[in-house]
T-cell receptor
Framework: GESVGLHLPTLSVQEGDNSIINCAYS??????FIWYKQESGKGPQFIID?????DKRQGQRVTVLLNKTVKHLSLQIAATQPGDSAVYFC????????????FGTGTQLKVEL | EAQVTQNPRYLITVTGKKLTVTCSQN?????MSWYRQDPGLGLRQIYY???????DKGDVPEGYKVSRKEKRNFPLILESPSPNQTSLYFC???????????FGQGTRLTVV
């Protein structure tokens, strides 16, 4: 079946360093991808999105890269701060008429002081 | 303020006692959905609704019911809860598919 997965369950970085969180997807028909951040005790919050007609999109301190050839998505966080500590999920709307927003299992980002 | 509101935030109940978790959004969104979140399994979709009176099963619909009588509300119903339905539940809404989804704060349900 279709799946969205993550390479690493936990990522530890030093404050001020850049973080890279990876995500693999298997549905080649997917045309819209979203990164969410979930802090402890809260619901997922939108960070950034990208459509399949783009390779890169930048926000404030965050960049999402999409490689459709290898079905890979990454979230880059510049100058990681303690407030960035959270679980990060990639999600995709399954294309081809699909009506599901499907999530990966998540990556725990820990920022060390 | 644009938001998705779930109630209750915490609930402990006993096996077999029917319960309803409410979800309401104030953004006039057409699309609403319910997810459960379990350790190591991420967010799994239970049911979704494309519009009023239009609902469909997600990936894990067994043991759950939903209704969409009004655009803003999408309650999740557990007719006969069982311990394997102990989980963290999230409601989400979006203007339509292929757009950003907004999430509620979650409902932590424990079935004993």
């Amino acid at each position: 079946g279709e799946s969205v997965g993550l390479h690493l369950p936990t990522l530890s970085v030093q404050e001020g360093d850049n973080s890279i969180i990876n995500c693999a997807y298997s549905n080649s028909a997917s045309d819209y991808f979203i990164w969410y951040k979930q802090e402890s005790g809260k619901g997922p919050q939108f960070i950034i999105d990208i459509r399949s007609n783009m390779d890169k999109r930048q926000g404030q301190r965050v960049t999402v890269l999409l490689n459709k050839t290898v079905k890979h998505l990454s979230l880059q966080i510049a100058a990681t701060q303690p407030g960035d500590s959270a679980v990060y999920f990639c999600a995709e709307w399954v294309g081809g008429g699909g009506n599901k927003l499907t999530f990966g299992t998540g990556t725990q980002l820990k920022v060390e002081l | 303020e644009a938001q998705v509101t779930q109630n209750p935030r915490y609930l402990i109940t006993v096996t077999g006692k029917k319960l309803t978790v409410t979800c309401s959004q104030n953004m006039n969104h057409e699309y609403m959905s319910w997810y459960r979140q379990d350790p190591g399994l991420g967010l799994r979709q239970i049911y979704y609704s494309m519009n009023v009176e239009v609902t469909d099963k997600g990936d894990v619909p067994e043991g759950y019911k939903v209704s969409r009588k009004e655009k803003r509300n999408f309650p999740l119903i557990l007719e006969s809860p069982s311990p394997n339905q102990t989980s963290l539940y999230f409601c989400a809404s979006s203007d339509r598919r292929n757009t950003e989804a907004f999430f509620g704060q979650g409902t932590r349900l424990t079935v004993v």
